[in-house]
């Protein structure tokens, strides 16, 4: 029986030279806005997008131009932590480089976006100015690990940021492509050794880890790759319970694409951490499905071949087996808003960040105000998974005058905004993203406002309830750990998802397809109206849809991978 053909990626990236293409030529080619063809998938690798102005696109067509090509760039940022120094940095090259804006992701990092061809390499060289970096934050490698901890708060939750560094740094794409394409440094000859771990494959498809400290969970540790959640005892941590197989990426129409949440498969304690996860990784690099993209996640690995298989192969490839699971409990997904105090006394302040994007609105100057944080803070910055941001590592006397900057301003420091509101998260989706079905950021308040009216009326006003949206069906918003979840099926329609829980241990269930926004207020009205005059004390909106039987565990026409929770008690 013959081989299958690998897909077209696969063989670029094999050939590709370490990642390094033709990419140097393509940025240097002014007669189009856009890299080679082949580069486009390599440059992934590197951090960066090749999209184009979707609202021009009909225009630029009739006017027999090509898109108007340009670029969205993402950093390798793990854990989410910055300086004052680097958020100045970022926001001085926005304005040079990008569209002026800062866009602070689900996976706790940063977006630039219209970035066209010809700034690509001034902006990377200002980014390594700061010590940071792209490398990994696309491409069919370790992206950016995150952490829903604040380094700050005890020394567990240094251990986790610190850890979470470590993985990061173990497993980046090593090759010399970077530097000679980006940072000017000469080419040199491809050698063998170049990438030690992943070699001329890499992986099979993009992997994703997260770190978080029970029982708090704004990461969704679950929907990753790995999972890792960190187990206290005594005040110490001692190590992570392990989970393997999460992904929130999908595709209509095939069947054999799902959401999963990571199923925990056992313990190791916190000095082989790292370790761990470089074996795991290994695993899906040399067991991955490479003939069939859409088959090619980890999740799909482990529904081939068993959580059995896999708990052997983690003992061969380690030489240590797993540990036993030790109890844990995840209770919440959401962001701690405005200031707490650490064990030092030092001082940290969580705002909220509409989708993340980082600007001076028309009513709120929001980019100029952070700036004028960052120009006094003596701390640092951290992204959450979330979108929001926290000013963290604030001394007693600069508090006072960061808090008048958020006063003079009207930041939002989480008082400002309802529930509905603060809990939202929406991905970019148009004008840029070349996925997207239909709007999602920039549809995101309007809808805000829609379902905040109809609360009002329907007597639940000021429910905590969590409501992702997505532009498609890829998850980069997390909508399938929404209680009310939206994916994008057309301009102006969505399917609708209902019933995860709070703590990020079960997905939700499609429960109507294709519909538009009248019909998605019209969904949610009896359901609203029942949640006002049924919920029990302290019940979320879906707890309520499962104990009233709206939601049945075993209803939805997707197969949706729900692994057994390790609960304390």
Not at 101 to 116: E, I
Not at 343 to 348: D, E, K, S
Request: net charge negative.
């Amino acid at each position: 029986m013959s081989e299958q053909p690998l897909p077209e990626p696969e063989k670029i990236k094999r050939e590709s030279r370490y990642l390094r293409g033709t990419l140097r030529e393509s940025v240097a080619d002014r007669a189009t806005g856009a890299l080679h063809d082949d580069d486009t998938h390599l440059s992934k690798f590197h951090g960066l997008y090749q999209q184009d102005d979707r609202d021009l696109r009909n225009e630029r067509r009739l006017q027999k131009l090509e898109p108007h090509f340009q670029f969205m760039l993402r950093l390798r940022l793990p854990g989410g932590v910055l300086t004052p120094q680097q958020w100045l940095g970022l926001d001085d090259v926005a304005d040079r480089y990008a569209d002026g804006s800062l866009r602070l992701t689900t996976r706790q990092t940063f977006q630039f976006h219209r970035v066209f061809k010809e700034n690509l390499p001034a902006l990377i060289q200002a980014m390594d100015k700061l010590g940071l970096d792209s490398r990994g934050a696309c491409g069919d490698v370790n992206r950016n690990v995150v952490t829903s901890v604040n380094p700050h708060l005890s020394r567990s939750h240094q251990q986790v940021y610190d850890d979470a560094v470590s993985i990061s740094e173990r497993l980046k794409w090593r090759s010399a492509a970077y530097e000679e394409t980006w940072l000017d440094q000469a080419p040199k000859q491809s050698e063998e050794n170049e990438e030690p771990f992943y070699s001329h494959l890499y992986l099979p498809r993009k992997f994703k880890i997260a770190l978080t400290l029970a029982p708090h969970n704004d990461c969704d540790v679950l929907a990753n790759d790995i999972g890792l959640i960190g187990i206290e005892e005594n005040g110490q941590l001692v190590g992570y319970n392990i989970a393997v197989g999460g992904g929130l990426g999908m595709t209509y129409g095939e069947p054999g694409t799902y959401p999963r949440l990571a199923s925990p498969v056992g313990f190791v304690p916190v000095e082989r951490v790292v370790d761990a996860c470089e074996t795991i990784a290994a695993i899906q690099r040399d067991h991955g499905c490479r003939t069939d993209r859409a088959h090619a996640r980890f999740k799909y690995t482990i529904d081939d071949y068993g959580l059995e298989w896999f708990a052997e192969r983690f003992a061969e490839y380690s030489g240590t087996p797993l540990e036993p699971l030790r109890p844990f409990e995840l209770t919440d997904t959401s962001d701690q808003f405005g200031w707490m105090k650490d064990q030092q006394g030092n001082h940290h302040l969580t705002l909220f960040i509409r989708s993340g994007r980082v600007r001076d609105f028309e009513s709120l100057s929001l980019r100029t105000a952070l700036r004028e944080i960052a120009q006094i803070h003596t701390g640092e910055f951290r992204v959450t998974c979330n979108q929001n941001l926290i000013i963290a590592r604030v001394d007693h006397q600069t508090k006072d005058a960061i808090q008048r900057i958020v006063d003079q301003y009207g930041l939002d420091d989480g008082t400002r905004q309802t529930p509905l509101a603060r809990n939202a998260i929406s991905c970019v989706a148009f004008p840029t993203c070349g996925l997207a079905m239909a709007e999602s950021e920039r549809y995101l308040p309007e809808l805000t406002e829609k379902l905040e009216a109809l609360m009002t009326e329907t007597g639940i006003a000021g429910e905590p309830i969590k409501l992702r949206i997505s532009g498609c069906p890829n998850g980069c918003a997390r909508p399938y750990m929404g209680e009310i979840g939206l994916t994008g099926k057309a301009p102006g329609r969505y399917n609708l998802y209902l019933g995860a829980d709070t703590g990020g241990q079960r997905l939700n269930r499609l429960y109507r397809e294709n519909i538009d926004e009248t019909q998605i207020l019209d969904e949610l009205r009896p359901l609203f109206q029942r949640f006002a005059s049924e919920k029990e004390s302290k019940e979320s909106f879906s707890g309520f849809l499962y104990r009233s039987a709206i939601l049945t565990p075993d209803e939805g026409p997707e197969s949706f991978h729900e692994p057994l929770i390790a609960r304390s008690g």
